[in-house]
């Protein structure tokens, strides 16, 4: 008989209902307090898509919809339970978790990030994880030190 007449899921639909877990990283979960805020949001848009995902009747169409809200959900409750709030730095003397630091590099002009938590860094909005070659490379240097990143010279300008 055809999987189309019986009520069995097919390969196909289970592969897409039972997702992988998003990975968890091995290193501490540090966040500034705004990085908590973005963690809760994220899990509250997980949950929202899930519980809209509810009224579908068709079973196998309300599995797959729900199956990234609950992954995300899951993973972003982990996030939170787990997170560690870190105070903004006390002294803008030495690099540090939550410092914004300007660097150069070779003849490029000067970058700014702010370091924070892995899961709300994004470099193209100007913050860079504390996990980074860079962010470790700079973690307790003060302004004027140079520090090799892969083949590349960075010189630490400046620290807020």
């Known amino acids: 008989m055809s999987v189309a007449f019986t009520k069995e899921e097919s390969s196909e639909t ?3 209902t039972l997702l992988p877990d998003r990975p968890i990283s091995s290193h501490p979960n ?3 307090l705004s990085g908590l805020k973005q963690l809760q949001a994220e899990l509250d848009i997980a949950r929202a898509a899930y519980d809209a995902a509810n009224p579908i009747e068709d079973v196998n169409e309300r599995r797959r919809q729900q199956a990234a809200p609950l992954r995300d959900a899951r993973y972003f409750a982990e996030r939170v339970r787990s997170a560690q709030v870190m105070p903004d730095p006390e002294s803008h003397d030495t ?3 939550g410092s914004t630091v300007t ?3 070779d003849q490029r002009p000067p970058q700014t990030y702010r370091i924070v938590g892995e899961d709300e860094a994004d470099p193209k909005t100007g913050t860079i994880s504390f996990a980074s070659p860079v962010a470790r490379a700079l973690m307790g240097k003060t302004v004027g030190d140079v520090v090799e990143v892969g ?3 960075l010189e630490l300008i ?3």
């Open 151 to 153: 083949e590349q010279d």
């Open 14 to 16: 289970a592969a897409e």
């Open 158 to 160: 400046s620290i807020a």
């Open 95 to 97: 690099v540090a978790f």
């Open 30 to 32: 540090l966040v500034t």
């Open 103 to 105: 660097y150069a590099r």
